[in-house]
Every structure is written in structure tokens, then in C-alpha cells.
């Protein structure tokens, strides 16, 4: 096990994971570092939501439902200019190797919160007052990035909605293992690598909707993962536009992509 | 949101779009006066007083024998809480934390951790217990940026913070600061706010200017790596203008760093 030597035993996020992060070159799961995951998505995969998505990331499987433009509940909350948007990200109890509680907790109400954000950016809020706009995103298999693979299929699930969107938007992590930047990182590559940075752009001008970062990145490794998520990021926009086409196209229509 | 807000947000943005500046008078990347006052609960194993302006947040770290978690057996834990206390501000409400004390917690905690400053390996009292250290942000009045003054209290309060004698024979901590030691600390991470409204990025905004802020990017830096990061709000930042506020976030960074070690 040459190849095994090579690898630091030092993992600053605490812990050591079971296999090496980075040998020759290759992450754990045989990947380069600049190379994410397959990614599938498909729209419409709800029977009663307006609107759906269903992606795919590696071994993440999320669904994201949308409902509304409806009546506000409490009315109170209501805004006669725009409508409100509530977003719920929440892990299921068998998403992970140990059992999860149901339902919110600190950490999915922290990221509902910033998620809520990116859409309410993407929405054409003044369409609709008075109204209420929900985002649900379930994640069903956890490996590492859900929150990203919750964005991209939450994005498709709005235009699945029909609800007037200024853009779609794409979210892919960056981190660092072994002090090499990596994209999109899985769960142990998560767990035990030296960081972690969630970005979601939007798709015509690229500019930043959400970012997080735990972990320690110098400012050149952060410049470096930026054009790494910047690339990654038009392969999902890909992907989702591939997604809506086909799920239109079903009828015979012709589309065409507009501008 | 009520008419008051939407008054002010307009005032702000008006003072912006005519006079170019701060409704308070500041540079852009000026912070408001800070204050830090350590050690102001003996109850507490370390606490410290922050203003920034007129907010003020208290901060007391409590270090008590814990449970370790299962997969990091002999590893003292780290656990971050914080009140948007109802006295601090008429909008703030009693009742379990909601989403906006969550993501003040969250992000203080990470700035923490992701830092790795404490040394949590040395935090073992014996095989079955470990130090928890408990860091509870209190907001006692809100002007704006908790943020920060809520990291920069933690990291102050944590400078100060010392570790009680564990007396194994009648199983009790002895909280004395002379029989103690040191919490064991690797570094400072000090936190940058940036809020961006009418077209502008201005450093520790202000409660008008929160009112009226589009978007928010908090930095969190030790020495020269970035250690956390944090946008919420709606508006968009572009990747320059995120590097921009990184830069600042460097740039504060001793000033800062120099408080917390007081």
C-alpha cells in the first residue's frame, strides 16, 4: 500500500476518515479534484405540488416541491406590495448513517433562512402581493452537499411552477482536502476535509446568491474555488435547462431557448 | 414590514443616492466606537462586554464537565447559543430561538470552530467526561451588526476564559481562577458585517441601516486565512465585490484581533 503513505494523517476539522481523501491525484471516490459529480434532474415528479423537481447528486437524492402563489397564513404576515417566501429545507431521519429526528433543527433552520433568500432574490416578488409562495425541499440520501443539490432542484421546481423567475440558479460546493481545492464535495470529503464553501450562482451574470464557508481557505485557494464553482455551475445550468426542455417537449412542442 | 421601516429605509437610501454618505456620518469603511469590557460576570468561567456603537452584546462562557459525542471520544465540546433578549429591542420576542438567534449562534460558533482555536483535545478530564465549553451570546440592546459584537464578545470572553480544577476524588469542579488553568487557545478570528444597499458595501451597519439593507456578507478571518463566511438577504453579490469585502475583512483584522486580546 505505497500509495497509502502519502497521505497526512493531520485533519484539522477533527476526526480521521476511514479512507484517504486524496491519493495521487484522485479523491476517494476515484474523481479528480475539479470534477463533480453526475448530476440528474427531472421536473415534475409531484402529482398535487404546482411545481417539482427531483436531482440527483452523486447519492444524493432530493425532492423540492413548490405551492402557491396562495393566501397568507397568518394573514398577517401578508405584504401588499409583494408576496412572502417560505422555504423549509429539512433532512429526512434515514438520509444519514445515524438516525436523524424529524423535522427542523438548528442547522436546517439556519440554511432554510439563507435558501429563502436566494428566491426571494429570483422571484418577481411584485407579481404576485398579498400572497404567500412555499418551497419545500426534502432531502431523502444524504452524501455530502444537500443543501446545494436542494438549490438546484428547489430553482427548476419554481419554473416547473410556472412563478415568474428573473434567472434559474445553479449551487455547487467547493472545499479543500489535503490542502488541494476540490469541487463538490462528498460527505466525507465534508466531514473531514479542511473546508467547506457552499456558492450558488445565478445564471445569466453569475453573481453570488448564497455562500457559506466553514474551514480554513487562504485568499488565492478561495479565488481558485470560485472559478472551479463558476464552471461547475454552468454544467447544472445545463442540466436544469436540459430538464425543463424535455418535460415541455413532451407534448410534441417545439421549444426554443429564447435569448 | 411596517411604515416606520419603510420611511427609514428611504431616509437611508436618499442620504446615500444624494449626499454619498452614511446616515450616521461614516466612511464606508468605518466601524462605530467599540468597547470591550472582560471579565464582567465572576459567575461565569470567562465572559466580556461588547459595544459597537450603541449595540451591546454580553457574552459569558461557562465550562462545565460534558459528554463527550460518541465519535470524538476524550474531545471537549464547544456549544454556542444565543438570546435576542425581549429588553434589547421592541421587535424582540420571547420563546425558543427563532431563525434570525439561530443564525447569529451558528455563525459566531463556526468562525470558532472552523478556526480550530480550541485546543479540544486537551479538554479530557477523565474517561468518561470532557469539558463542554457553553458560549451564550446575550443581546442586551440591538443597534445594528450583532455579528460582530456578538464574535468579538465570544472571542474576548474565550481570551479569559479559564478551565476549573476537576477534584476527582469528591467529583467536583472547584471554581477557582487560581487553581484553575488557561482555556487552551490557538489563535484570534475576528468577524467582518458588510451590509450592501443602494448600490453601496458599507462595513457595521447600523439599525437604520439594517432596515434598509439589501444584502449582508459576514467574514470571518485568522491571520491569513479566511475561516468562515456567511451572505444572507436577498440582493446578489458579485464575486468582486465579494473578494472586495474579504480584503476589508483582512484588513480589520489586527484592529480587531488587538480588542479581543484586550
Same mark, same amino acid.
Request: glycine share 8%; aromatic share 6%.
Given at each position: ?12 476539522? =477533527? ?14 471516490? =476515484? ?109 431523502? %440520501?444524504?452524501? =455530502? ?18 412563478? %415568474? ?14 490542502? %488541494? ?58 442540466? %436544469? ?19 | ?19 454619498? #454618505?452614511?446616515?450616521?456620518?461614516? !466612511? ?31 457574552? !459569558?462562557?461557562?465550562?462545565? *464537565?460534558? $459528554?463527550?459525542?460518541?465519535? /470524538? ?8 447559543? +444565543? ?13 425558543? *430561538? ?7 449562534? /451558528?455563525?459566531?460558533? /463556526? !468562525? ?51 478551565? *476549573? ?9 472547584? /471554581? ?28 457595521? *451597519? ?5 432596515? +434598509? ?19 444572507? $438577504? ?17 484588513? #480589520? ?10
Amino acid at each position: 500500500m505505497k500509495l497509502l503513505l502519502k497521505v497526512s494523517k493531520v485533519n484539522f476539522m =477533527g476526526g480521521k476518515s476511514d479512507v484517504p481523501l486524496l491519493v495521487d491525484g484522485k479523491r476517494c471516490d =476515484g474523481r479528480r479534484v475539479d470534477e463533480m459529480r453526475p448530476i440528474t434532474v427531472s421536473v415534475g415528479v409531484l402529482e398535487k405540488a404546482i411545481g417539482s423537481a427531483y436531482v440527483e447528486l452523486g447519492n444524493n437524492k432530493v425532492i423540492a416541491g413548490v405551492y402557491g402563489p396562495k393566501e397568507c397564513i397568518p394573514k398577517h404576515h401578508s405584504d401588499p406590495y409583494r408576496a412572502i417566501v417560505k422555504a423549509r429545507y429539512t433532512m429526512a431521519p434515514f438520509s444519514t448513517d445515524e438516525h436523524g429526528r424529524a423535522g427542523p433543527n438548528r442547522r436546517s433552520t439556519e440554511l432554510s433562512k439563507v435558501i429563502r433568500h436566494v428566491f426571494e432574490n429570483l422571484i418577481f416578488l411584485e407579481v404576485y402581493p398579498r400572497t404567500q409562495i412555499e418551497i419545500y425541499m426534502e432531502v431523502l %440520501q444524504a452524501d =455530502g452537499s444537500t443543501r446545494c443539490a436542494a438549490i438546484n432542484a428547489a430553482s427548476v421546481a419554481l419554473a416547473n411552477a410556472g412563478i %415568474q423567475v428573473r434567472d434559474l440558479v445553479a449551487a455547487v460546493s467547493v472545499g479543500k482536502v489535503e490542502n %488541494q481545492v476540490i469541487l463538490d464535495l462528498k460527505r466525507e470529503e465534508d466531514n473531514f476535509g479542511q473546508s467547506d464553501m457552499p456558492i450558488a450562482f445565478a445564471s445569466r451574470n453569475k453573481e453570488v446568491l448564497l455562500y457559506q464557508m466553514d474551514g480554513k481557505l487562504t485568499r488565492e485557494e478561495m479565488e481558485k474555488a470560485f472559478g472551479m464553482a463558476r464552471n461547475a455551475a454552468d454544467l447544472i445550468f445545463e442540466k %436544469q435547462r436540459e430538464a425543463l426542455k424535455a418535460a415541455y417537449a413532451k407534448d410534441g412542442a417545439v421549444i426554443e431557448e429564447q435569448g | 414590514m411596517s411604515i416606520i421601516s419603510e420611511i427609514t429605509k428611504d431616509s437611508v437610501l436618499n442620504y446615500i443616492a444624494t449626499e454619498g #454618505k452614511r446616515i450616521d456620518g461614516r !466612511g464606508f469603511d468605518d466601524y462605530r466606537e467599540i468597547k470591550v469590557e472582560k471579565g464582567f460576570i465572576k459567575s461565569a468561567e470567562g465572559s466580556a462586554l461588547v459595544s459597537i456603537g450603541k449595540t451591546k452584546v454580553l457574552v !459569558g462562557v461557562k465550562v462545565d *464537565p460534558a $459528554e463527550p459525542f460518541s465519535d /470524538r471520544p476524550g474531545e471537549g465540546i464547544i456549544s454556542t447559543n +444565543a438570546e435576542l433578549l425581549p429588553l434589547a429591542y421592541k421587535e424582540f420576542e420571547t420563546g425558543p *430561538p427563532n431563525e434570525d438567534s439561530i443564525e447569529l449562534a /451558528r455563525v459566531v460558533d /463556526r !468562525g470558532i470552530r472552523s478556526a480550530d482555536i480550541i485546543d479540544t483535545a486537551s479538554l479530557k478530564i477523565n474517561e468518561e467526561k470532557v469539558w463542554g465549553i457553553f458560549i451564550d451570546i446575550y443581546v442586551l440592546d440591538y443597534d445594528g451588526n450583532l455579528m460582530d459584537a456578538a464574535a468579538l464578545a465570544a472571542m474576548a470572553a474565550l481570551t479569559e476564559a479559564y478551565i *476549573p480544577k476537576y477534584d476527582e476524588q469528591n467529583k467536583k469542579v472547584i /471554581r477557582d481562577r487560581a487553581q484553575g488553568k488557561p482555556l487552551p487557545l490557538r489563535g484570534i478570528v475576528t468577524e467582518c458585517t458588510f451590509a450592501k444597499m443602494g448600490g453601496k458595501i458599507m462595513i457595521d *451597519p447600523c439599525l437604520e441601516e439594517e432596515m +434598509a439593507m439589501e444584502g449582508r456578507l459576514t467574514i470571518g478571518i485568522m491571520d491569513k486565512y479566511v475561516v468562515s463566511g456567511q451572505k444572507a $438577504e436577498q440582493a446578489a453579490f458579485t464575486q468582486e465585490e465579494l473578494f472586495a469585502c474579504i480584503d476589508k475583512a483582512f484588513a #480589520k483584522h489586527e484592529t480587531l484581533k488587538k480588542l479581543a486580546m484586550g
